[in-house]
């Protein structure tokens, strides 16, 4: 159990405020008929309570009912839309069903509900298991690709499959059926994932423009399959398909472009949530600390800017070479329908890896005020990194084992009161109880400037919680909080990114 009285407590409590309002309560939260998104919403909706539930500790009041109402609203075989008639597989039902999926599964998790439980076997017998030769055949070579706007549209049947403008969004599935799978460890699920995986490795994701959300979130699903069959090709195939995110989706501030590809339309937290959890599980799953750092980066710079100040999420431009700046995108500030929603899990995701415990150590990852309780842990930690530049241990006990904390090599100059530290590498071994302050390196990296992990801009009187610092003459501070402004003042937001790199040059 872990309870945070900061910052993450803080952003917790304004998402859970929102995703509390009447609009996603049962009955408003189910979609009418002619919605093509077959439980898209009221799946990210179940998923969000539920994360909300396990991040806070407490039940929200409308989960419930949301769980009492599907029978009325779902098909004779538990799932949202048309009955699959085994001759056209609908590329949006898919993927809005996997959302369903994910969220009846946590829900199966955290209650334990027999019902729910015979809705996911009689899914995934009905209807997932008939699938397989239809993914054999997903078009991956299109004469011409739609491309899509905000909202996705579904196109003209090619391959036995009615397709997305959100292309490739029928690999998203692979996210909610490896859920299924992790439950039910059907042998016919796994061949379906295990076809899946297949044609998702032939798609040349720059040629065909796909969704960058989908790919990640195929990425996550790619990575539970890994976690339940400790294949190391699942392993490895995740992180080459985090390791090309990196290289071709990602912004300058650690968003994501919509599609490959296509740099000049916007971000969307659903897929910086997606990036941060492949980011936070890669690191469990290889002990590599370059996903905790790609971790950092992408909340400090992505996830907390993509926050409304009503606790929603919404999406912005995207940050290039080419268009340096930061600036909301205005004619979707906040995408209520799914980001908002996907903000819940990454804070829950983020707030489970605060704290790891090992057999021969705990780790502390991330710092806030937080107190963290286990059968054979006890953590008390207050302050941060990066503003009040201080770390206080108020209460450890570890069962006997070490205690690492993450101080990256940036953490500098770092003056220890009662607690004491050893540094190795980018840890430090504490022992005792203590305040630690310190100071955080300014530096440049790959053309752009950063104080420890937070991307530095040009000041636009934008944020309140802020660093200021002087380099080359330039006065700088991190990107703008837009949960702690109006959306008057968010919308006026325009930071200019300082570069020191020619736009031809590589990042």
């Not at 309780?373 to 069962?399: M, P, Q, W």
Request: proline residues 3%; hydrophobic residues 35%; aromatic residues 12%.
């Amino acid at each position: 159990m872990i309870r945070f009285q900061g910052e993450l407590g803080r952003r917790l409590r304004l998402n859970a405020a929102r995703v509390g309002e009447p609009l996603y309560c049962a009955p408003n939260v189910f979609r009418p008929a002619e919605y093509d998104w077959h439980g898209d919403f009221e799946g990210r909706t179940l998923l969000a309570l539920v994360s909300l539930w396990k991040a806070t500790g407490t039940e929200p009041a409308s989960l419930r009912a949301l769980a009492d109402g599907l029978d009325g609203h779902c098909n004779r075989d538990g799932y949202f839309g048309p009955l699959f008639d085994g001759k056209v597989a609908l590329e949006q039902q898919l993927s809005g069903n996997s959302w369903y999926l994910r969220g009846l599964t946590e829900y199966y998790k955290a209650t334990k509900d027999e019902k729910s439980l015979c809705r996911i076997r009689t899914i995934a017998r009905n209807y997932l298991a008939k699938l397989t030769e239809f993914f054999e055949r997903y078009p991956i070579e299109r004469e011409k690709s739609e491309e899509g706007g905000v909202f996705g549209h579904t196109l003209d049947v090619l391959n036995g499959w009615k397709l997305s403008s959100d292309t490739g969004c029928a690999f998203i599935a692979m996210d909610g059926i490896s859920a299924v799978y992790e439950i039910t460890r059907d042998a016919a699920l796994r061949e379906l994932l295990n076809v899946m995986l297949r044609r998702f490795l032939e798609i040349d994701k720059l040629a065909l423009r796909t969704q960058t959300h989908a790919s990640l979130s195929a990425a996550r699903g790619i990575l539970r399959l890994y976690e339940c069959t400790k294949d190391d090709r699942c392993l490895q195939q995740a992180v080459r398909e985090f390791g090309f995110y990196r290289e071709q989706g990602m912004t300058l501030t650690y968003a994501n472009f919509n599609w490959y590809g296509r740099e000049d339309t916007w971000t969307e937290p659903c897929a910086i949530v997606d990036s941060l959890i492949l980011a936070l599980k890669l690191h469990a799953c290889t002990g590599k600390d370059e996903y905790l750092a790609c971790a950092y980066r992408v909340y400090y710079n992505a996830l907390r800017m993509s926050q409304r100040g009503n606790g929603g999420a919404g999406c912005d431009l995207c940050a290039t070479k080419d268009f340096p700046f930061v600036k909301p995108y205005n004619d979707t500030f906040e995408a209520y329908l799914c980001c908002t929603l996907r903000l819940s899990e990454g804070l829950y995701e983020l707030g489970s890896h605060f704290v790891r415990e090992e057999r021969d150590a705990v780790r502390v990852l991330f710092y806030d005020d937080f107190e963290y309780i286990s059968d054979n842990a006890r953590i008390r930690v207050a302050g941060d990194l990066f503003y009040k530049r201080e770390i206080a241990l108020e209460e450890v006990e570890t069962g006997g084992r070490k205690l690492y904390l993450y101080l990256p090599s940036y953490v500098q100059n770092i003056r220890a009161e009662g607690v004491r530290i050893t540094r190795e590498g980018d840890w430090a071994l504490a022992e005792g109880t203590g305040k630690l302050s310190f100071e955080i390196d300014v530096h440049t990296e790959n053309g752009l400037y950063f104080y420890g992990d937070l991307l530095l801009v040009e000041p636009c009187g934008a944020t309140q919680e802020c660093v200021r610092c002087t380099v080359d003459g330039k006065t700088l501070t991190n990107v703008p909080d837009f949960s702690r402004l109006s959306e008057k003042e968010a919308r006026s937001v325009c930071c200019r990114i300082p570069v020191l790199f020619d736009k031809n040059s590589p990042i």
